[in-house]
């Protein structure tokens, strides 16, 4: 197996990284057709953010997946790990055949990842609102063990609506961890539509200001926007919280019009519909 | 730090105390010392707390390494999680905060981010039981034992004294896991001279005996070497075993007890569903063995208002609480079958 370092900010074409974000929404739909039930529309809401970091932005390798020096990327959106398998076996974290056992008995692969089984996989995650805090506890172990490496936290916008991603807001603050990145997923949806409907959390960037945090704000589907804003992240002298403004459902027209496929599964003809329209763009 | 020096203060009335000077009376709180001494010989221990450093003792760890201590503030989740974060990358974080809200407030993150993922986390969880007296239920933690040892990957250890605590940190130091570490108010009675060699899941045999066995834990094993004490004098034998170690638990230990002595009491400051009680009728009740059972432990209720003292002596987890429960146990071994 290769034993190279994959460095930060690689020279990733950004055109590439497009189409890397359709393979993975090609991937999800795939790997929910096993399952019969899964998470569609959170993933394609982050896509081009998954491409982003795993195939430009963070140090990472893969040959070993626990070393102390990589950067971290925990999920605190872990339904959205249908999306993150591919892009850890194409990089040769385990073999791509795993994937195919996706949800299936004994399998490493279920809904919400398993840092214990799935290697490439930081730390567990499924009860929304717990990463943002694993997160800070990971940065303050890089600045006690005196360590460059970064904590990246992916969290939903509804994921906000948790008291505990608050706690860890302040804490990262207060320590004033430049060694800690997080972004929203914010595509304006939860569950049960509309997230300012169900329980409001704007404005977003404003509040993390104010827990102490440095902010940026992007469209999280350009991926040129994506890229940039991923470097500028890394220049902060405090915690750097990047709102991603994003849709849910991403890719695939009937279902960014629809918020209900949260949760879902598309039977033959419907897969082959949403598969045509993303392959339509890989031509 | 803005705590004025003790000769800086004006001068209080010998009955006046803060929580700052209440500490000194707290002659079974061992924790601060004994994780600076660890913390001298492994580079990987970090302490954490919430807002709670001035209680618990962990202040001397928090000046001796500041740059290895975390106080999240009233956050106790938030102190969960981080340490998971900590874990992950390789050190061996200890939080402190008061039992109730180590395992109750907190029992997800210790299911998801310490017990499922096997962060070796210690939680060290004080002022277990009903020990905050009339500070009342939010405070107290008589559910902990229940809700941790029904936790995979979690290893459950409870303290009788300040030695014991000393003991269990010692024996768990190496535990590839979260381990929940029971531990009183500070002010129990000494059970131990010296600090005491824990065996992995197995009870610790305090005096050995004939005709009943008292299995107890935390407190209890207090009461049960009082009652013990008191039916000596009447001529009975009784073997007292410290459950110091609930989970994993020794089940040979229980079994021996039954077939060795036939009488067993459990003693316990917790509900009784679901704590040592419950543990030891586990392995009776599938051993198939005749046995005549008891346990002590609090009412499946909230417990009165009362210095936890009174409390104690209110719910019979004393000397003498332990003879009226085990009393008829041992009367009825001389009455025709």
Redesign the interface.
Known sequence: MDNSVLQRNRDYDLDALRRKADWIRLETIRLVDIAKSGHYSSVFSCAEMFAALYYRTLRLKPSDPRWEDRDRFLLGKGHAAIGQYPVLAELGYFPPEWLDSYTRLGSPLGDHPDMNKVPGVDFSSGSIGHNLSVGVGMALAGRMQKKDFLTWVMVGDGELNEGQVWEAAMSAGHYKLNNLIGIVDANGMGLDGDIEDVMGIEPIADKFQKFGWSTDEINGHDMEAVVAAFARAQESDRPHMIVARTKKGKGVSFMEKDPYWHLGYLGPNDKAAAEGEIQKRLR | MSIAPPDSRPMLDHVSWNVLTSTVKLTQFPMGEELVALARRREDV?ALTADLASSNGLSEFRDTFP??F?N??I?E??M????????????T?YVSTFASFASLLCA??LR??LA???MKVRILAHHAGVSMGFYGTSHHAVEDIAVTRAMGNMTVVSAADGNAIRGLIRATVDVDGPVYIRIGRGAEKPIYDEVPSFEPGRFFQLREGRDATIIATGIGVKAALDGADMLAADGVSIRVLDAAYLKPFDEAGVIAAAKQTGVILTVEEHNPYGGLGSAVGDVLASSGLGVRFAKLALPDDYALVAPPTHLYRHYGLTGEGVVDKLRPLLASLSEPA
């Open positions: 970090v740059a290895r975390v999240t503030g956050a989740q938030n969960m999680s981080i340490a998971a974060g900590l874990a992950s990358a390789g050190l974080p997800e993150q998801t981010d499922y993922t096997k």
